[in-house]
């Protein structure tokens, strides 16, 4: 698949089938992570492959969790019924892909660099590292997608994964043969002219061919 299909395929996939995706595809696709740039080439990402059934379960039910506490302080209107019904996707993801990996990343931030400007580069390096991963399960005709865990349950996560004190998570990605086929974007996309600016902000770009 070339680079461009990747792209246009590429969506996150909640809900995966039993069949098992061989070890050399998870290989390719870490191989494909591991190449992403980072600041001053650092590469401060790690990959934690969970095998253990009872650290994925722990990881399901630390993420309904979040999802749960998320959903109450952002919509404080919704009853329990409703919250459990929009938590579903994420169990159905963790439970059923055949890989869970969580990418963690050490913290190499510059201040001097950054300042108080409320970005981390590390966190930023482990997502672009995510984007290469999920483009290059795109292309093997798998499905992917990251899940966050809030801050509610962070610290819990971090104890369980056993990271040191300095480094962080940036998700778990999960990985398998999509349940429904064939991927391939529904959500709409935001017009890319309204997404150009000529020289400052608010001047629109024309996207006509001089
Ligand atoms: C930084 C980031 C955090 C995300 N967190 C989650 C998450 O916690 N759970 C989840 O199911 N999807 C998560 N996603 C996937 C987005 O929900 C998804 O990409 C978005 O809805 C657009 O849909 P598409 O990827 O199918 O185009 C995350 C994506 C990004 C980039």
């Known amino acids: 698949m070339d680079l461009y299909e990747a792209i246009r395929k590429r969506v996150a996939c909640r809900a995966f089938t039993k069949q098992m995706v061989p070890k050399e595809k ?24 969970i095998e253990d059934p ?27 019924e409703e919250i459990e019904k929009r ?18 990343y050490k913290d190499v931030d510059n201040p001097a660099e950054t300042g108080n400007m409320k970005l981390s580069f590390s966190s930023i390096a482990a997502w672009t590292c995510i984007s290469y991963m999920w483009l290059a399960a795109t292309a093997e005709g798998l499905g992917m997608s990251p899940t966050f865990y809030s801050y509610h349950v962070y610290n819990k996560v971090k104890k369980l994964l056993g990271l040191p004190e300095n480094y962080h998570l940036a998700a778990v990605i999960r990985i398998g043969y999509p349940a429904k086929k064939p991927l391939g974007r529904k959500k709409t996309v935001k017009p890319l002219k309204s997404k150009l600016h000529l020289n400052t902000f608010g001047n629109p770009y024309s996207l006509t061919m001089e």
């Open 26 to 49: 998870i290989l390719k696709i870490l191989e494909a992570g591991n190449m992403a740039p980072s600041p001053e080439n650092y590469q401060p990402w790690e990959f934690i492959i």
């Open 54 to 80: 009872k650290i994925r379960e722990a990881l399901t039910e630390l993420k309904l969790e979040s999802r749960r506490q998320v959903l109450k302080e952002t919509y404080p209107n919704l009853n329990d």
């Open 87 to 104: 938590v579903q996707g994420n169990k159905t993801a963790l439970q059923t892909a055949s890989y869970l990996i969580a990418v963690c």
